[in-house]
RNA sequence: GCCCACAUAGCUCAGUAGGUAGAGCGCGUCCUUGGUAAGGACGAGGUCAGCAGUUCAAUUCUGCUUGUGGGCUCCA
């Protein structure tokens, strides 16, 4: 009998196992890193026997995506065992790997403490050493429910009920035994790069109203260099967290006094937010949009009108003022709205783009703020367009291109999904299909990839959503294009057709930044803090080498500001040195000397941060240079911006 | 909201077997006039997050509250 193994031939006895065959066909060194062996798509463990219809065979190495999950998932085993060993009455649930590592959860009757996970780290590795094999039985799943009955493991016999299978697969190393679909690595012995992260609460199957487990997070590796390269990426991405840098750089903080999920904006910050905000709105106004203003309450029963009450109450604030009730907006969408039926509307008149700078609020549960990332007051740039159903689909493809062209300039990997009806939802299952089916087809014609989000559209419509990721990898909603078929019809929305008939608009509601305190503490974190030329709160800085430049360096400080370059001058009796660590330290892109040779010249000499020098220039040069570098992101990305003072 | 951890000077952190606290940086004054990542001296600065309780005595122990961090659930 013959098979192919990694495209070349091997002779194999009949009830040889994938290790076997693997061994044959590969090198001795190739073989040590192999972890499961793959025939077609599947993933087959080392020990099983070659199934009698396969050809050809892959090994799936260690360090490869395949091989890396494995690793995690028998990881996560490796961890169960432990926990059982130490904490007997611990029951386990369910096991399997993440990106970068894996997690397992325990019903257990005390919380896990630090030592606790030492504990279980030191057991994890002596089951390494003593190299156990993983083997792997299938059972009936009465057979099944015996064994885990018998264990007292509940959940396991919970998850086999659900399953339903007629058979079931335990996969056992040393004394412990688990519910698995496999495949797993063949001795505990390969699994030696990982370390036990941390613990946190977790629901069984994820739902808020079942028992809280306790998770136990690890990371895992090919090798014990990998482990330790990820651990110190780990440490330099919390250099880069977007709350560290909004102290060090003085951009913003939280308020203890005033209340959790609301920013404060120093100087430093507001000014870099200022400038962003300007950008998008002169990008707006560019793009065909025109700018209205809402009020921040409105009265409680609009709210009950648009659907809000009933299905959003639970995230918004509410104030009563001269007896009547009033709800503060958490979305802009109503005011734009009651923007639109101002007057009657033509279909000559459509679309209508109404953008606004929205400063929303919304109650969102205590544990979930993060920084900038998740607040309770933001401020969305958001935008409503009002169209006809003739319109929509370039409608939709303009904020597509807007997003592209806005992610496109900050060089910002994203990944997208359509988001379909939830649960809590208003509107007819018609209007729904419609409006998905509006967001897929513009997606496609713009040749985008995509994926599906099920129930996870707002209750009114479903959405496109454009999702980027912060340092640590987590990924944040930003940008959300939303088809809407429902408002327009409860808030009584037409325009008169040219068949002199009325008519309903559909609407799109949509921002691009997403929330400009989101996008920024994104931003943040993307630049480590070192903001481009264009955005950066202070642009250049002048450093006097001695207080004998005085006089020179506010000369040249005036003319640089009449350009309207953002600058400041270094004036204090303090060594060359000792101002440019911390201009450096600052992350401000020029830096400008003067000394005496400078006032002779009339120069400054210019230091980049990025550790450029390109020497002394007259002033007229450095400020093209400024100018420069500030405006090239736009023109890259066939836009124009510069802002002004 | 739930689980766990944490909260000491503007920042980063030490510390107290329970007897009201310390460093570095920053800040102020003075000396130093120094050419591309930290010159020196002196000084100011803290209801040890808040409120209760235990105690002769609480920053330290206990409880609650607030806030923060890591997750879960939920969402821009």
Redesign the pocket.
């Known amino acids: 009998m013959q098979i192919e193994v990694a495209g070349k031939p091997v002779d194999i006895a009949e009830d040889a196992s994938c290790g076997e065959v693997l061994k044959e066909g590969l090198s001795k060194k190739q073989f040590k890193n192999v972890v499961v062996a793959k025939c077609g798509e599947t993933l087959l463990d080392l020990t099983t026997t070659v199934p009698a219809d396969c050809t050809s065979m892959e090994p799936v190495f260690a360090d490869s995506p395949e091989g890396l999950d494995i690793i995690r998932h028998s990881t996560a085993h490796l961890m169960a065992e432990a926990v059982k060993k130490l904490f007997p009455t611990a029951k386990v649930t369910i096991g399997p790997s993440v990106e970068n590592g894996f997690?397992y959860d325990f019903d257990y009757e005390?919380?896990?403490?630090?030592e606790d996970l030492e504990a279980i780290e030191q057991e994890m590795q002596r089951s390494v050493g003593a190299d156990k094999d993983f083997s792997c039985r299938v059972v009936s799943a009465d057979e099944a429910r015996a064994e885990f009955k018998e264990q007292g493991e509940d959940y396991k016999l919970e998850l086999i009920d659900d399953l339903e299978e007629d058979n079931y697969s335990i996969y056992s190393h040393g004394e412990f035994a688990d519910l698995c679909r496999g495949p797993h690595v063949a001795r505990t012995g390969m699994l030696k790069a990982f370390k036990l992260?941390?613990?946190?609460?977790?629901?069984w199957r994820?739902?808020?109203n079942n028992k809280?487990l306790?998770?136990i997070?690890g990371t895992a590796w090919a090798t014990p260099k990998d482990l330790k390269k990820y651990l110190h990426q780990l440490e330099e991405a919390k250099k880069r967290?977007h709350?560290?840098l909004g102290?060090?750089l003085d951009l913003f903080?939280?308020q203890?006094?005033g209340?959790?999920?609301?920013a404060y904006w120093h100087p430093k910050g507001a000014l870099v937010r200022t400038i962003l905000e300007d950008f998008v709105t002169k990008e707006q106004i560019k793009r065909g949009y025109e700018l209205v203003r809402g009020p921040q309450i409105l009265k409680r029963d609009l709210w009950e009108t648009s659907g809000h009450y009933e299905n959003y109450r639970e995230?918004m604030y509410f104030t009563e003022i001269d007896e009547q009730a009033y709800g503060v907006k958490p979305m802009n969408c109503l005011a734009h709205m009651l923007i639109y039926n101002r007057k009657l509307m033509s279909y000559r008149d459509l679309p209508q783009r109404y953008f606004e700078l929205g400063v929303v609020h919304?109650h969102?549960?205590?544990?979930?703020?993060?920084?900038?990332?998740?607040?309770?007051s933001?401020t969305?740039d958001d935008a409503h367009i009002l169209c006809r159903p003739d319109q929509l689909q370039d409608e939709i493809k303009g904020v597509i291109k807007w997003v592209q062209d806005l992610m496109g300039l900050f060089d910002f990997t994203y990944s997208m999904e359509i988001?379909t009806r939830?649960e809590?939802s208003i509107g007819s299952d018609e209007d729904w299909e419609r409006a998905i089916k509006a967001l897929k087809e513009a997606m496609e014609s713009v040749g985008l990839p995509y994926e599906i989000n099920e129930g996870?559209g707002?209750f009114y419509g479903p959405?496109i959503?454009?999702?980027v990721r912060d340092c640590?990898g987590?990924e944040?909603?930003?940008?959300?294009i939303?088809v809407d078929f429902t408002l327009p019809e409860r808030f009584d929305l037409t325009y008169i057709g040219e068949d002199g008939e009325r008519h309903r608009p559909v609407m799109v509601h949509r921002?691009i930044?997403?929330?400009v305190?989101?996008?920024l503490g994104i931003l943040i974190e993307h630049y480590a803090g070192a903001f481009p030329v264009w955005f950066a709160p202070v642009q250049a800085k002048i450093?006097?080498?001695?207080?004998?430049?005085k006089d020179f360096a506010e000369k040249v400080l005036q003319f640089f500001r009449e350009k309207g370059i953002r600058i400041e001058a270094d004036l204090?009796?303090?060594?060359?040195?000792?101002k440019?660590?911390?201009a450096?330290?600052e992350k401000i892109p020029y830096?400008f000397?003067?000394?005496?040779?400078?006032?002779e010249a009339g120069c400054v000499?210019?230091?980049v941060?990025t550790?450029d020098?390109p020497?002394?220039l007259s002033l007229e040069e450095a400020a093209a240079i400024i100018e420069d570098a500030a405006t090239q992101p736009f023109k890259d990305g066939g836009m124009s911006y510069s802002f002004s003072t």
């Open positions: 997690y005390r919380p896990f403490t630090p992260l941390n613990v946190a609460g977790a629901y994820g739902d808020e809280q306790q998770r997070y967290d709350r560290k102290t060090q903080s939280f203890e006094a209340g959790a999920g609301m995230n919304r969102e549960k205590s544990g979930v703020l993060h920084g900038l990332l998740r607040v309770r933001f969305q988001s939830p809590k996870d707002a959405k959503d454009v999702k640590l987590r944040w909603q930003c940008s959300t939303q921002a930044m997403g929330s305190e989101r996008f450093l006097t080498v001695t207080d004998a430049q204090r009796n303090e060594k060359l040195g000792y440019v660590r911390e450096q330290l830096m000397v003067i000394g005496d040779k400078e006032v000499n210019v230091r941060r550790g020098d020497g002394l």
